[in-house]
T-cell receptor, first 113, second 113 residues
């Protein structure tokens, strides 16, 4: 079956620190992979995506590379800001089931000034 | 509208009561999804509509849960005989097609007391 596993949080970092949030997946075939972000009081937003192996998705200073060999899609940012404090979700779509999304459990990030 | 709208934003109900949660998708989006997010977890798929029909309801936990989308736009998630375990945030998402970005509403926080 399809599943997504994320590193557990919460993660607390100081401003300008380096961020890695691990995500591994199990899937049939090679689906697209997504990172969603949920800022306090807001809905889920797509942060970045990669549609095939070795693709790198990037947005707002965040990056993630689709690694087929390790079935991973780790989220990274070189220098986090207080405004990055949010919950981050790794997800994959199941296209033969209407594109429904399978989410990881989420990783809460707290960035301190 | 500009985004996916869900109402109410918060709902407190007594155990055993019936509730309806509403989702207004982005205009023109034919695909609509309901997810449930329990505290500290990622969203879990409930049901997917393509147009007016429920194409996949495999995520509905039991027959107390039902959803409709009679005109292919607004959808209502209905929960009968609510239980305390139904307490969660219910999220709605819509997209133009199954291959395009899914946009999420801010969710309805349901609390069953």
């Amino acid at each position: 079956g399809n599943s997504v596993t994320q590193m557990e949080g919460p993660v607390t970092l100081s401003e300008e620190a380096f961020l890695t949030i691990n995500c591994t997946y199990t899937a049939t075939g090679y689906p697209s992979l997504f990172w969603y972000v949920q800022y306090p009081g807001e809905g889920l937003q797509l942060l970045l995506k990669a549609t095939k192996a070795d693709d790198k998705g990037s947005n707002k200073g965040f990056e993630a590379t689709y690694r087929k060999e390790t079935t991973s899609f780790h989220l990274e940012k070189g220098s986090v800001q207080v405004s990055d404090s949010a919950v981050y979700f790794c997800a994959l779509p199941v296209y033969n089931q209407g594109g429904k999304l399978i989410f990881g459990q989420g990783t809460e990030l707290s960035v301190k000034p | 509208g500009a985004g996916v709208s869900q109402t109410p934003s918060n709902k407190v109900t007594e155990k055993g009561k019936y509730v309806e949660l509403r989702c207004d998708p982005i205009s023109g989006h034919t695909a609509l999804y309901w997810y449930r997010q329990s505290l500290g977890q990622g969203p879990e798929f409930l049901i997917y509509f393509q147009g007016t029909g429920a194409a996949d309801d495999s995520g509905l936990p039991n027959d107390r849960f039902f959803a409709v989308r009679p005109e292919g736009s607004v959808s209502t998630l209905k929960i009968q005989r609510t239980e305390r375990g139904d307490s969660a945030v219910y999220l709605c998402a819509s997209r133009e097609t199954v291959n395009t970005e899914a946009f999420f509403g801010q969710g309805t926080r349901l609390t069953v007391v």
